[in-house]
């Protein structure tokens, strides 16, 4: 892979694009370009490097966005001839030879956002750092909020909640998890994720709590879609009651979404 294809494939996975990089394997016949080449194509249609332009690299484009949607890697065969009965995909080009192209997709890393740093927080990083999750937890508790309790998640706190809300990034591959559990730091939470385009927007907390929570941002102008994606209370029914039972409930269903997307 070529030094420029690898720093935009990283660049891309840090954006929360999912990827495929594509490359030749295999060249039988007159073809554009020779194995090993490669082409990065990234989810939103924008790709980088280059097989030889024109009709096929239009076609493995198409192909390789499939792919990603599918979260699929694949070896594809593509025809450069005319003919009716020529295997592979059709790409229209008269060459005569025939490429096979691995299809490597790659999606970046999930990324999970607690809000708040007590004992339910704390086995929900646990959890989740087993889970290959990125992690920022965020508080105004310099107490809990601490390196020696959460020691590989990005820990923002700082004593005014909203400003620490306000400097969490969030894309479409982040969890936000919100067990801070006093209401009105609960709803401050809520305002900074709901207008965002995240994964999975959920509040722990009775459900009593959360509709007049949900009450209150309507009122807000928030719209009904939008309130519509709050999950909560959080956590699978498994009959958790210690916080470790509630951390694993919490990451279930994380899990359930993940898969599922």
């Given amino acids: 892979m070529s030094v420029e294809i690898f720093e935009e494939a990283l660049r891309s996975l840090r954006m929360g694009q999912k990827i495929a990089v594509c490359t030749v394997v295999e060249k039988a016949g007159a073809g ?12 939103d249609g924008e790709s980088f490097g280059t097989i ?3 009709a096929f690299e239009r076609t493995l484009k198409e192909e390789a966005i499939k792919l990603i949607k599918e979260g699929k890697s694949k070896s594809l065969k593509f025809s450069l001839r005319e003919g009716e009965n020529e295997e592979g995909i059709r790409t229209g080009l008269w060459c005569g030879g025939k490429m096979t192209v691995f299809v490597d997709v790659i999606e970046p890393k999930s990324k999970m956002v607690i809000v708040g740093s007590g004992h339910i927080a704390l086995p929900t990083y646990k959890i989740g750092e087993i889970l290959g999750f990125d992690i920022t937890v965020v508080d105004n508790n310099f107490d809990t909020a601490t390196k020696d309790r959460f020691p590989n998640a990005k820990i923002i706190c700082r004593e005014n909640y909203e400003d620490a809300l306000k400097e969490v990034e969030v894309d479409k591959n982040s969890h936000v998890v919100i067990v801070y ?4 730091f609960d709803l401050a939470a809520l305002r900074r994720f709901v207008n965002e385009e995240v994964a999975f927007l959920g509040i722990l907390g009775s ?7 949900k009450e209150m941002l309507k009122k807000e102008g928030v719209s009904a879609e939008k309130i519509e994606k709050i999950k909560g209370p959080i956590g699978l029914a498994i009959g958790a009651k210690t916080p470790e039972e509630i951390a694993v409930s919490i990451m279930a269903e ?4 993940r898969s599922a997307a």
């Fill in 52 to 54: 030889g332009g024109g």
């Fill in 32 to 43: 554009p370009r020779g194995e090993g080449t490669k082409i990065l194509v990234r989810e």
């Fill in 254 to 257: 994380l899990i359930k979404q």
């Fill in 207 to 213: 459900p009593g709590k959360i509709a007049k929570l």
């Fill in 181 to 184: 559990g006093e209401p009105m």
